[in-house]
């Protein structure tokens, strides 16, 4: 196996808020090897796109590390940050949030460069744009346009343009194509693919859906309230799902497929993140809770090689 | 058998914006027995909304406009009604669940208040009749009956999609207009959602029409389907017709290639290429042509006219030359 190149160790970010600690991430244990692509997924509030953040420093960890090629850019200053994020960018969610409404699309894709000032030579920059812009299935003619004369397919086109602009190694992906209709969705996710082969793109691809996250994925971790709950490759977590929560995530999809009948539909909601109570979070809407399942501080463990839970029916088998 | 509940026949809408004229829908026919549900998928922009509001009545008003077609809900001709008569039947023969519930609920009444509103200007009851009404509406929507004095902003997404669904069913509508209700929800939340809405359905022997971008939801809730594209209606038939038939329109094609699917692993999808066309400048004939794999010299001339099969319609020229009766 190669070096994983981002690594989490306990990685925690709670936010303060009136009523208490908001646990956003808790304690979450990932890597991601070079060139792969982990998928992220579950439900709004879990903490996925949180993480996703504190991993490229967009707001700051309460504790834990990250490492990325076994450095901990927690540790980082200012200058070193800077000079990070040439090699860790993120694609946002909303092409329509996520795009100055006053800058040209050349101007929104050179930015980066500028910032970082990687390349100086402004006809070489132009070079680049056109370059980035032809990578995402951008015509060449619509450098001077504003986000606002596109629709969302071509916005999200840029977004990606310009997370690529400064050549990153790794890309925080937050929901790249929930905002649009399927088929731009999926002309989105075969660009992204396709950049992935040809340039070894490592990425960390955040997702509610998880019919998006198999196609994409090699290995996938399913959040729950803050903690990462299942983590394996993309095969065996829908050829084996362990986690009740993940085998109701599963069950909750609506195949389009006359043949296909859900499976039980899980009751409730989520429960408050802010200042948890100690057992299983997923305890009070799970079918199979038990008295210790309350009680006990539940560990991650690795039921079959590769295949880590966090449950009670898994760990006693250890 | 034939008695048809709901019908839209060639219904055109058209909105006005400065100097241009958006088509938004052009020439849709649908027609829908009692107790049905039928499905209208399409993507964004491919009038699925604005048929629906046609419905309501609720174009915006200044720039919205029908400009033919007629549409009947029993035997009522909804478009010649005057406003106030609109108005009484605006929630008791038609209601609508509307897409976002976030933003579909007034944030300074309570959830009570805003369903309470609905009964006061249909129901001439007292107003300890309504309360309780009130309280069964929101235990049939699976919200105890103790939170009707909260706010909005109290209760879940979810849960605001209820509150919505009970204020749409408060006056027993019989036709229900269900416009993305679920698209805003997570999927553990939309699949209770849905099975709420069956059960509704079912015990209330609503007919509901569907607006959804999503096939699966079709899958597992309608009886039949229509398959909007740039304003028309491109496909239509039962959900048997449209998932396991062997013929579709190239567009209900690519919309299924398009969809990453849970029970197989392929490596690359098969999107459409393009995207939709510009509503104030509709490409010549076939408006799906500019972006169709199978695009024929016909296509870019003449608009292409429903063939049928049992119940099965497509408006495609690949089919127009072979067996079947034309519609």
Redesign the interface.
């Known amino acids: 196996m190669n070096r994983p190149l981002i690594q989490t160790v306990n990685l925690k970010k709670y936010f303060n808020t009136p009523r208490g600690k908001l646990h956003a991430v808790d304690n979450i244990n990932l890597s991601i090897n070079r060139g792969q692509t982990l998928g992220v997924v579950g ?2 509030g879990c903490g996925k796109s949180t993480l996703g953040r504190v991993l490229l420093r967009l707001v700051e960890a309460t504790g834990g590390q990250v490492l990325y090629n076994g450095e901990d850019i927690l540790q980082y200053n200012a200058k070193q940050v800077k000079k990070m994020r040439a090699k860790m960018q993120m694609i946002f969610q909303d092409p329509y949030a996520s795009l100055n409404p006053r800058m040209t699309v050349s101007e929104i894709i050179a930015e980066p460069i500028r910032i970082l000032g990687t390349i100086t030579d402004s006809r070489e920059l132009n070079r680049k744009v056109f370059r980035l812009m032809s990578t995402v299935g951008l015509a060449g003619r619509l450098v001077n346009a504003y986000p606002h004369e596109l ?3 071509r916005r999200q086109r840029i977004g990606v343009a310009r997370a690529l602009a400064v050549d990153p190694e790794f890309i925080v992906c937050d929901e790249p194509v929930s905002a649009l ?7 989105i ?2 660009l992204l ?1 396709d950049l992935q082969d040809e340039m070894g793109l490592t990425y960390m691809f955040i997702t ?5 996250v ?2 994409i994925s090699n290995n996938i971790a399913v959040m729950y309230l803050g903690q990462c709950v299942e983590l394996c490759s993309a ?1 065996e977590l ?1 050829r084996n799902p362990l986690h009740p929560y993940t085998r ?11 043949n ?1 009948r ?1 499976g039980e ?3 409730g ?2 429960t408050s993140p802010i200042a948890p109570p100690a057992g299983c979070r997923f305890a009070n809407r799970c079918k199979h809770c038990a008295d210790e399942c309350l009680r006990q501080e539940l560990s991650f463990s690795e039921v079959t090689p590769g295949h880590f839970v966090m449950c009670k029916r898994y760990s006693d088998d250890i | 058998m034939s008695d048809k509940f709901f019908s839209i026949e060639n219904l055109s809408v058209e909105y006005i914006a400065d100097d241009e004229v958006v088509k938004a829908v052009n020439g849709i026919t649908l027609s829908m027995k009692r107790g049905e549900t039928l499905g209208l998928v399409g993507e964004t922009g491919a009038g699925k909304t604005t048929s629906a509001l046609a419905v309501m009545r609720l174009l915006p008003p200044r720039t919205g406009r029908v400009v033919s077609g007629s549409i009947t809900v029993g035997d009522i001709d909804i478009l010649s009604l005057s406003e106030p008569e609109m108005r009484k039947l605006r929630g008791e023969l038609v209601a609508m669940i509307y897409q976002d519930p976030m933003t579909s609920l007034n944030p300074v009444i309570t959830v009570g208040d805003q369903i309470l509103e609905v009964l006061e200007l249909h129901k001439r009851q007292s107003k300890a009749a309504m309360k309780a009404r009130v309280a069964e509406l929101l235990e049939l929507v699976g919200i105890s009956a103790e939170r009707a004095d909260e706010y909005p902003h109290q209760f879940s997404g979810g849960m605001r999609q209820r509150v919505v669904i009970a204020m749409a069913l408060a006056c027993e509508p019989e036709l229900l207009i269900a416009d993305e209700p679920t698209t805003a929800l997570d999927v553990t939340i939309q699949a209770q959602v849905l099975q709420m809405i069956r059960e509704l359905k079912t015990k209330l022997n609503t007919s509901m029409l569907l607006i959804t971008h999503d096939l699966g939801v079709v899958a597992h809730t309608c009886d039949n389907v229509a398959i909007m594209y740039a304003g028309e209606i491109v496909e239509q038939g039962t959900v048997a017709d449209i998932f396991n038939g062997k013929r579709h329109h190239p567009y209900t094609n690519g919309l299924f290639g398009s969809i990453p699917r849970l029970n197989k692993q392929s490596k690359r999808l098969n999107p459409i290429e393009g995207m939709l066309p510009d509503p104030t400048n509709l490409p010549e004939g076939c408006n799906f042509s500019p972006r169709c794999p199978s695009c024929m010299e016909i296509c870019k001339i003449k608009s292409p006219r429903f063939v049928q099969s049992g119940t099965h319609r497509i408006a495609c020229h690949l089919y127009s030359s072979e067996g079947g009766a034309n519609a």
């Not at chain 1, 209709?181 to 002309?187: R, Y």
């Not at chain 1, 509610?208 to 998006?212: C, E, G, I, N």
């Not at chain 1, 109701?248 to 389009?256: G, M, R």
């Open positions: 439900e709004s629709d969302g397919g209709d399927v088929s731009i969705q999926a002309q996710l075969n693919m509610h859906d998880l019919s998006v198999r196609h095969e829908f109701a995530l599963l069950a909750a999809i609506p195949e389009p497929d006359l296909h859900m539909i899980i009751k909601e989520l």
